[in-house]
């Protein structure tokens, strides 16, 4: 049987059948051999600005050139110059270790170049979204009326939300929102998205544990209520970013509820620890919020991007995104199903489902429990290896795989400055060295050394090692500094 283009004349922009095959070969081989080598590399690799542009200015070439010296370089000369995000001693900011399943379904997704705005566009595509976003209400323990949508991640899935916030409430004038002071920029940016004015992003108070005082919460919504302006939404936070911590979720579902004020959880990077014993508990009460973010691409192992938008009723998300113009008429035939643009901010979007599909169909849920598990447990083993050092100090403690420490040695009674200028020396030696990718933060002004442990590579040496190497470090620095 002949290829029904063999004989035909081939375009331009087309490659022969052999040499597709070998250069998705050599792609296949160039990316299995990073991920064999990676625990070897170092977690971070950078280059200037001056570096780069050295490397890459160049006009774009009129004649093309062999694809297989297109792909080689830009494996050597492009790719290379990030941060390994799923190197098992990346411990800054938060983790991505993508399954090759999932990888493998980027890929499929792609070569079918899928449009998954409407029904018309990819049935089989929103069918398949459907089922895993029932797998997430399931796990999260929604109704069966609540539903949702992929999204490129957290940024975007609390846009969405912030929107049918807004449309619930009516739309009103002077609308206020509230959110921790540890909650992430994206929550403040989504909220003057939606034309909430910037001094109307209240910032809540936390406690001694960074979470949400519900004392001050209460009192700024009655102050704001008393002078004409309009509530509309309260976030929490389901694993804030710097520390771990999870606000008291439940008694901000029942402040809500008796205020009649949405309530959105960022659950971005910590939503999925809901998988696990330990997560489930420390999430309890994430079931009532109105809408939650979570990301896929975080602990759930899969490639960029893979945000995800739960709403508690998916009516009040579609009411708030759904456009019917002239010309996606043909996509309205049946109305039994779901066209995903009516329920967020695009119409052009890609296939992101099939990704966690394909990887837990092929290693099975329990796998994914044990993998959420190691990391909250890889953390709290570091959280106890802090207390018992000699030199390193708890600043707060693990909580979904997030753990914050500095470099202080017992009864050392050094100055808060001559800490910070040590334990700047330290996160730098770290990256400098090559030992591990960390990252620093601001814990009630107290400079800080983070761990977010999401790495589904990522062994108790790994940690051990970076530990150790802080220890050194931090040694080192104080013999080469004044105090």
Known sequence: MTSPTEGAARSELEL??????????????????????????????????????????EPPPEEGRPALEVIERAAQEILPFACRVDHPRFFAFVPSSATWPGVLADFLCAGHNTFQGTWLGASGPSQLELVVLDWFRDWIGYPETASGLFTSGG??????????????????????????????SALSRAATIVGIRPECVRKVRSDGYFRMDMGRLAEMVAADRAAGFNPIAVCANGGATNTGAVDPLGAMADFCEAQRIWFHVDAAYGGFAILTEKGKKALE???????????????????????????KDIRRLEAAFSVQPEYLQDTQFGREHPNFS???LQLTRSFRALKVWMSIQTFGLAAFRRSVAKGIQLAEEAEEYVRASEWLQIANPASLGVVCFRFNPRDSGYSHEYLEQINKKVQARVIETAVAMTSSTSLRGIYSL????????????????TLQAIERFGLEAVASTAK
């Not at 160039?30 to 890459?56: D, F, K, N, S």
């Not at 739309?171 to 921790?180: G, W």
């Not at 994430?286 to 709403?311: N, T, Y």
């Open 342 to 344: 009516d329920r967020g």
């Open 16 to 57: 022969p059948r052999d040499e597709m095959l070998a250069l998705a070969q050599k792609a296949a081989e160039l990316i299995v051999h990073r991920l064999e080598h990676l625990a070897y590399e170092p977690a971070w690799r950078g280059g200037t600005r001056a570096e780069l542009e050295a490397l890459l200015r």
């Open 285 to 311: 009460g994430i079931e009532r919020a109105d809408s939650i973010a979570v990301d896929a691409h975080k602990w759930l192992f899969q490639p960029f991007e893979a945000g995800c938008l739960m709403v």
């Open 450 to 465: 983070r761990f977010c442990i999401l790495n589904h590579h990522t062994t108790w040496q790994d940690v051990l090692g």
């Open 155 to 184: 940024s975007a899935a609390s846009l969405d939300a912030f929107v049918a916030a807004r449309e619930a409430a009516g739309a009103p004038e002077r609308a206020t929102v509230y959110m921790s002071d540890q909650s992430h």
